[in-house]
């Protein structure tokens, strides 16, 4: 609303300078606005401190010793996070493949045409109702379904392509597939909503032109649409990332929480946010700081997977600026 | 503009409403306590929670001005906040060692109040219960030697049952646990390998297996898992309706975990006067070879003497009435003379 509009409201009704009252409410609002920002900004870096502080005495000890070695054991004090960083990144990466697979094709099916826009509406708000179910009844749906459904065939790969290391162990429960397989779904809602704002928002002039030019729909789908919106999808997909990062608990329950380091899609591992959930309770001295390192370099992985993908995102965007507007 | 005014100062009344509210809410609870009401709170062990939790409830229902909230968060928790004087009383699997206690001022008094024992589940298709394990087979299954189910050592111990082709898979806990500590404790007592290797800890580094979140979680995990075994609280098999494995004891008997066999099992130490006793590998014919106390940490000097003397009174009630519902709770009641000997001890605690 511009100040003419104001200004010429009021004279219709009974024009008057705001009261003191109305500033006071005016610069209150203003001031809290400014406050708020700030104190969730001093949050985040607060958080960081105190993890910083309490993973300090265990940075002094282990060094980096920490993130390249692969034990555990709290009884004879040696500490290794090595699988669990493995694991974060693995299970992460094979879920966002997932997610995006399924994700950016749920969003083309529903912004180009392809339903009576009614029925587009439903199937939106069923998808990004995924977002609401709890972690832990993700987890307790991969334990009950999904592993036992993935057994079958995962043992029937083992067998028969054993020597392809993706394959290399069976699948005995938990397992490095079953996680990530819950993962890419729970990161599916993220995913499919923000595509979808994106490819919405491609100007329809565009899709015009290209019909014009002769594509078909496919052409225009995958040659104009899809292209055009690479910025806000590439957006979900880190968003995606960093939210299959930081996922605890359906991952402590489906990944097998052990210290292994192995590429085997069926070998049980463990990710650096299960290993805090599953150790913290019952730590105490040593093992509390060691933990805090282990989050203070989850949330390094965090922050760099966030700076990259902001990084990549400027330059898309420099690239298809010129389309978009 | 003149709307945007309006919603905010609407915004103030219905937040001022809810203010006072909530402070007349306050007001109001405040005002009922009683004076003579006591409340007594505790956190520690979660193995022991179900029957901690019945026998606080019974015992409210008969004294209603005593009331006992007991968080079950884990042993090292409830030892952390028994030394941060957060908490009325604490409980532990593993017993306090002395450096832990010479931390809380005026000293712990460690009671014993219930026994249980831990018990090896197992998921093999077409198997019988009480499968029988003999000592060799179980250490080897959680190292990673005994890799397949019919492995000649189990099918020597059980002539007569066709064993499938199947993969081990240990399930074993992942979060740090007081049950982790006592299996290992065993696993050491009965195998050199164990001790050399893995050792014993509330949690250790395990040579294989699948870890799992919680009592509840490997009772989850072995059900879903054909092949699979895991150690678990007796309580939990009960509910979950999980094949048990009869255990080879010290005297070499395969002994199915039952009460009476817990019971001889704890029959076969004298508990001395700190009232910590392990029970690595119990001796006797009949004795169940996993068994553990579980004990209630208890300050040995209280500020108020009206907390003393209802957790006194909570103690003894326990002691008695309370230990005839253990066996059907899935635990192993004191035997007698044991509790003769820790309801004697609770007079070590003054006011």
Known sequence: ?325 | MYFCHRSVRCWMAITSLIVVAIAGCNAANSSTGGAKHVKLSGAGASFPFPLYDRWFSDYRQLHPDISINYQGIGSGGGITQLTNRTVDFAASDAAMTDEEISKVKGGVQLLPMTAGSIVLGYNVPDAPAGLRLPRDAYVGMFLGKVTKWNDPLIAKANPGVTLPDLAVTAVRRADSSGTTFVFTQHLAAISDDWKQGPGVGKSVDWPVGIGAKKNDGIAATIKQTPGAIGYLEYGFVKQAQIPVASLENKDGEFITPTTAAGRAALASAALPENLIVWLPDPPGKDSYPIVTYTWLLCYKQYDDPAVAKALKDVIRYALTDGQKISAEMGYIPLPEAVAKQVAAAVGNIKP
């Open chain 1, 1 to 325: 609303m511009s100040r003419h509009d104001v200004v010429a409201a009021d004279r219709e009704t009974i024009s008057k300078p705001p009261t003191r009252f109305d500033q006071f409410v005016d610069r209150t609002f203003r001031g809290s606005t400014v406050a708020f920002a700030w104190l969730t900004i001093l949050l985040v870096v607060l958080i960081v401190l105190q993890i910083a502080e309490k993973a300090l005495p265990a940075v002094r000890h282990y060094g980096f010793s920490l993130i390249t070695s692969t034990t555990w054991d709290s009884n004879r004090g040696q500490y290794g996070i090595l699988p669990e960083i493995w694991g974060t990144l693995y299970s992460s990466i094979l879920g966002l493949m997932i997610g995006t697979a399924f994700g950016v094709a749920i969003a083309i099916f529903l912004s180009q045409d392809f339903l009576p826009p009614k029925v587009e509406l439903v199937c939106k708000n069923i998808i990004e109702l995924l977002a609401a179910i709890p972690s832990v009844v993700y987890g307790l749906w991969g334990i009950f379904v999904v592993i036992p459904l993935l057994r079958p065939p995962a043992n029937w790969l083992h067998e028969h392509l054993g020597q392809i290391p993706l394959f290399g162990t069976a699948l005995s429960g938990p397992g490095m597939l079953p996680a990530a397989l819950v993962l890419g779904i729970m990161i599916l809602p993220t995913i499919s909503a923000i595509s979808r704002d994106a490819l919405v928002s491609v100007p329809h002039k565009l899709k015009e032109a290209a019909l014009g030019l002769g594509a078909t729909r496919w052409e225009t789908i995958l040659g104009v649409v899809v292209p055009t919106a690479s910025t806000g999808i590439f957006g979900s997909m880190v968003l995606g990332f960093g939210r299959a990062l930081g996922e605890t608990m359906a991952l402590a329950m489906l990944v097998g929480n052990s210290n292994e380091l192995s590429v085997s899609l069926f070998s049980p591992g463990n990710t650096l946010a299960a290993l805090l959930a599953n150790h913290f309770p019952e730590a105490g001295g040593a093992e509390v700081q060691v933990l805090m390192y282990a989050a203070l370099v989850l949330l390094v992985i965090t922050l760099l997977v966030n700076c990259l993908g902001a990084a990549i995102l400027t330059k898309a965007s420099a690239r298809f600026s010129g389309i978009t507007k």
